[in-house]
């Protein structure tokens, strides 16, 4: 349904309102009529987010399935997928993507400043992580 919002709620950290609430409301993404837009503290957004360093804005959206954008903004039918990754330390976490980008069928990855050698989980991982070319960014 085109009619529906992407972008459903979006909950700001109140300690960095200054920051994020100028871009939603000149965002052609967030129509103010459909999407909540709400501050908390930042005690409720880490209860929001599981990562170690919130960002301070999380939202809620709905995820378009292939056959929402078949007529639309397919990825497959149009530009090629690639992963960056920026800052991917751990060598798990590095395995685990590529491990993705293997089965989602991108076309490459890019190693930003900061990231675990792409080659050495390859290396020691599974072979077919080589199909995926991986360049360092930087």
Request: contains cysteine; charged residues 15%.
């Amino acid at each position: 349904d085109q009619t529906r919002p992407l972008i459903h709620t979006i909950l700001v950290d109140e300690t960095k309102a200054q920051e994020y609430l100028p871009n939603l409301e000149n965002s052609q993404h967030v129509d103010p009529n459909q999407v909540n837009v709400m501050l908390a503290t930042p005690q409720v957004m880490k209860a929001c987010s599981d990562t170690v360093t919130p960002q301070g804005i999380v939202a809620t959206v709905d995820i378009p399935s292939v056959q929402d954008n078949d007529n639309d903004n397919n990825i497959s039918n149009q530009q090629p997928l690639y992963l960056v990754l920026d800052g991917v330390s751990d060598p798990g976490n590095t395995g685990t993507l590529l491990r993705t980008a293997v089965a989602t069928g991108v076309a490459g990855v890019f190693q930003l400043r900061g990231c675990f050698n792409c080659g050495a989980v390859a290396t020691f991982g599974t072979p077919r992580l080589f199909a995926v070319p991986c360049r360092q960014a930087f």
